[in-house]
């Protein structure tokens, strides 16, 4: 166990639909980024908070947002769903930055019919 | 920008036999390098990690070596067994850019 909690572990829903992604990181972790592992793109940076503060962002689509609240917890928010938004979404946590490890959570997988 | 580039899978092998899978980076800077491990249906693990050139990092009888000369960082294992089936992540992480970049993952299968 990473220490790290996502939910929900599955979700089904419709395309036009909008969907929140929940992360809790490990006790003690100021740092939480989302990742997305999908067949054809593998698995790749969507965005770093930071204490509060977005920190980086990667290949993430205008349609999706996130936020880390004062309790150092995330969501990440994906709206006007598309099929081609299924996929398995991870968050992973990290002391700080840089050097330190990232400990993933189990996952969200998002099935978008 | 920062890439991986790890060897393509799957890759099927018998129990006890030795297990190579090759790994190359480019980078700017002076990156982390990670081999992280999912197994069938959980999340991503980190296997072992090494932070600058020519250190080795080993865990559960898996090890690899960063090398900055030829930029790789290829894992091994010299007897694998069942449970060792999963897929397998090669990444960096840059000192200037603190997300994770992966490679596409090789499927590791162990027959008994």
């Given amino acids: ?113 | 920008g920062n890439s991986v580039t790890q060897m393509e899978g799957p890759v099927t092998l018998s129990e006890e036999a030795f297990l190579t899978i090759n790994c190359t980076y480019t980078a700017t800077g002076y990156p982390s390098l990670f081999w992280y491990v999912q197994y069938p249906g959980e999340g991503l693990q980190l296997l072992l990690k090494a932070t600058k050139a020519d250190d080795k990092g080993s865990n559960k009888g898996f090890e690899a070596t960063y090398r900055k000369e030829t930029t790789s960082f290829h894992l091994e294992k010299g007897s694998v067994q069942v449970s060792d089936s999963a897929v397998y992540f090669c990444a960096l992480s840059d000192t200037d850019d603190y997300k994770l970049s992966f490679g596409a993952g090789t499927t590791v299968t162990v027959r008994a």
């Fill in chain 1, 1 to 113: 166990d990473s220490g790290v909690t996502q939910t929900p572990k599955h979700l089904i829903t419709a395309t036009g639909q909008r969907v929140t992604l929940r992360c809790s990181p490990r006790s003690g972790d100021l740092s939480v980024y989302w990742y997305q592992q999908s067949l054809d793109q593998g698995l790749q940076f969507l965005i770093q908070y930071y204490n509060g503060e977005e920190r980086a962002k990667g290949n993430i689509l205008e349609r999706f947002s996130a936020q880390q609240f004062p309790d150092l917890h995330s969501e990440l928010n994906l709206s006007s769903l598309e099929l081609g938004d299924s996929a398995l979404y991870f968050c992973a946590s990290s002391v700080g930055f840089g050097k330190n490890i990232q400990y993933f959570g189990a996952g969200t997988r998002l099935s978008v019919l």
